[in-house]
């Protein structure tokens, strides 16, 4: 079975970060994601914007809550889940619907000059190497680097080469 989400949206405000007791980190958010439909009859244009309410989990909540703020624009992959609690006063039990986070990546202009890619899971934070520079033409062609994965960032590289 598969159960995987894929949005890019929008940010309605900075991730809601916290460690929990048990040492576990969370970070919540919702992101807007909009469709544009256009009526037959008179040909206007109406946009309808959905909210998708995330949820991510330890190293990705903590990575997230440095790097999002409100309005940054995010592709974000999960799952969904629901889950049940008892209302506070009234023990009435409500649900709750929500994106379990596994992939995050920022998008847009801050992501697009940037020479290094974000990271994206606890996996990829600082565990590849900082891409290679392309040779020159007037070198003898060699083997490419191998290019590390997107998503990855390495926080060891302390090189002053700026992309600008």
Known sequence: MINKCTFI?????????????????????????????KN????????YTEWIPIVAWDNLAEIISQLARK??????????RTRSY????????RYVSEIWARDFRLL???????????????????????PASAPSPAQPAQAAPQQPTQGTLNMTDEKDDLPF
């Open 9 to 37: 949206g929008n940010l309605g405000k900075d991730p809601d970060y916290k460690v929990l007791e048990s040492g576990h980190k969370v970070a919540s958010f919702s992101i807007a994601c909009s469709r544009k439909v």
């Open 40 to 47: 037959k009859e008179n040909g206007e244009t109406k946009e």
């Open 71 to 80: 309005g940054s624009q995010v592709y974000v992959e999960g799952e969904f």
């Open 86 to 93: 008892e209302a506070e006063g009234t023990g009435e039990k």
């Open 108 to 130: 847009g202009r801050k992501a697009e000059s940037s020479s290094a890619p974000l990271p994206t899971s606890p996996d990829d934070f600082g565990s590849q190497p900082a």
